[in-house]
């Protein structure tokens, strides 16, 4: 048993001065000020430091582009064909990315990683912890989103090769004809399954069924249509994220809009909406057109109007500046309070796996960053200690 005494608690939800959090068995066992640490317990004196939840990225890549290796570790983009659903993302991941020691540096614990944005339809996401030596050791969530994109990343990529879809109309029709594609698979999945209990039960005239051809592109789609998981739309425009919600609305799906880098231009509409947002990254120049609207406000004014946000980096190691990034929203207007919750409960929340972390409550991971000074304090507070479920994986 551990304990950490003496410390400013952001769980985020509230602020524990003084408090002490209790770990048993990789878990949060207690917290709060009044709380009794057994005799056997080992004890860390925290004394005018802070703790936060073990943060979180919604949306990067890392270990699918494995960062500083080039091209030949980077699996992140499966441009051969434009919908590509039945891929997934575990089986690109590599432990052993050294992003992943910076990101444990840096307090960043769980991220939600997968493919790149090449494609319309590029595969299947997962939830992982930033250290084990193995993916099944990671993982935390799998399949937890389908990535998709719209915008010029794909209409670029398969433009090139003289392929569709090489315009906006092209992006959303092909994507709208495999959603139709996955609609009827389901019906005929269905009729096909009741026919196997009426012949299983004996309903007269009921005879054994062919078997069922399994499409493994189409039992990818059929999870977003039976909102087993959201769809995860890249769209930086704020009409291809219009489209995006057009899609989601036609074929009633969860969404979680990616990037979302002109949302404050229609903040108003996404907060009527409903739609979940992961805005990001904002430290990056105007490398294309879709990004000429690239502007650090968008988080706050996103989070003003009551859209449900979590910042996101997008990238590999870079992951690691996710504190800045939150500085950066706060320094345009968001509140300190909404920017810990964008960087650690919410996106637990979008990423459903706000049982397990997110946040310091009893019965969840004990994923705690300890930092000399108020975590906002980007220039003078600095990580000291990093815990992944009650093991030390970084003091500096």
Not at 99 to 125: M, Y
Not at 161 to 172: D, F, L, V
Request: aromatic share 4%.
């Amino acid at each position: 048993m551990q304990a950490i005494k003496r410390a400013t608690i952001l769980t985020p939800d509230q602020t524990i001065a003084n408090g002490t959090i209790l770990i048993e068995n990789g878990k949060i066992k207690a917290v709060g000020v009044d709380v009794q640490i057994p005799l056997e317990a080992s004890i860390f004196d925290a004394s005018g430091k802070y703790i936060i939840p073990g943060m979180i990225d919604a949306h990067c890549h890392t270990g699918v582009f494995s960062d500083g290796v080039g091209w030949n570790h980077s699996d992140g983009n499966e441009m051969t064909d434009p919908v590509m659903p039945h891929l997934r993302a575990i089986d690109a991941i590599h432990p052993e990315d050294k992003a992943f020691q910076d990101l444990r540096e840096a307090g960043v614990t769980c991220i939600g990683t997968g493919p790149g944005s090449g494609n319309l339809i590029g595969g299947q996401t997962a939830v992982v912890k930033t250290r084990g030596r193995t993916i099944d050791e990671m993982l935390v969530l799998f399949p937890a989103g389908m990535k998709m994109a719209l915008g010029e990343n794909p209409k670029r990529v398969y433009g090139e090769q003289k392929r569709t879809p090489s315009t906006r109309m092209g992006n959303a029709g092909t994507m709208r004809e495999w959603l139709i594609k996955g609609q009827g698979y389901l019906v005929k999945k269905a009729k096909h399954e009741q026919k196997v209990v009426d012949f299983k039960a004996g309903v007269a005239d009921a005879k054994e069924p062919d078997p069922f051809e399994i499409d493994l592109k189409l039992e990818g789609l059929a999870k977003v249509l039976t909102k087993e998981i959201p769809a995860h739309i890249h769209a930086h425009r704020a009409d291809d994220i219009m489209t995006a919600i057009r899609l989601a609305k036609e074929f009633d799906f969860d969404l979680v809009l990616i990037h979302a880098t002109e949302g404050y231009k229609i903040a108003d509409i996404l907060a009527q909406e409903g739609v979940p947002c992961v805005p990001g990254p904002v430290l990056i120049s105007r490398s294309k057109y879709e990004l000429r609207g690239l502007n650090p406000k968008n988080a706050a004014v996103l989070s003003k109007a009551g859209v449900k946000i979590a910042i996101q980096t997008d990238q590999m190691s870079a992951v690691r500046h996710i504190r800045l990034d939150a500085a950066v929203a706060i320094n345009e207007g968001m509140s300190d309070d909404e920017a810990l919750r964008a960087i650690t409960l919410t996106p637990a929340e979008m990423l459903k796996v706000d049982d397990r972390v997110g946040s310091i409550e009893v019965g969840k991971d004990a994923d705690l960053v300890i930092l000399s000074g108020h975590p906002f304090d980007v220039a003078h507070s600095r990580v000291e200690r990093v815990m992944i479920e009650g093991e030390v994986v970084f003091e500096a």
